[in-house]
């Protein structure tokens, strides 16, 4: 089993900054897939940044050039800087991850965009 965990989330404004954190029980070189999605109320759970580890990231599009994903290998962490933030990018964001042909999910952690 894997345990994955967020943190990081809050209340920032529009135009500013935040990172999410997420912490892997496992060796996370070990783990194939991970990922950043995110729900709103009313829309099904919807991808963020996937990252492959033979691969580049894969963000979508809304967040391209704003947001970037990153693994601490060493410190079997993921991180999402969010940066330049908009209201629409308010949601529960949430860590997964691929192992062993299992998906994982962390609890979520609120993000909140707004003046």
């Known amino acids: 089993q894997v345990q994955l965990m967020e943190s990081g989330g809050g209340l920032v404004q529009p135009g500013g900054s935040l990172r999410l954190s997420c912490s892997v029980s496992?060796?996370?070189?070990?783990?194939?897939?991970m990922g950043w999605y995110r729900r709103t109320p009313g829309k099904s759970r919807e991808l963020v940044a996937g990252?492959?580890?033979?691969?580049?990231?894969n963000y979508r599009d809304s967040v391209k050039g704003r947001f970037t994903a990153s693994i601490d290998a060493n410190n079997n962490m993921m991180y999402l800087q969010m940066n330049n933030v908009k209201p629409e990018d308010t949601a529960v964001y949430y860590c997964n991850c691929l192992w062993e042909r299992t998906n994982y999910w962390g609890q979520g952690t609120q993000v909140t965009v707004s003046s």
């Open positions: 990252l492959f580890s033979d691969a580049p990231v």
């Open positions: 496992r060796d996370i070189s070990s783990i194939y897939y």
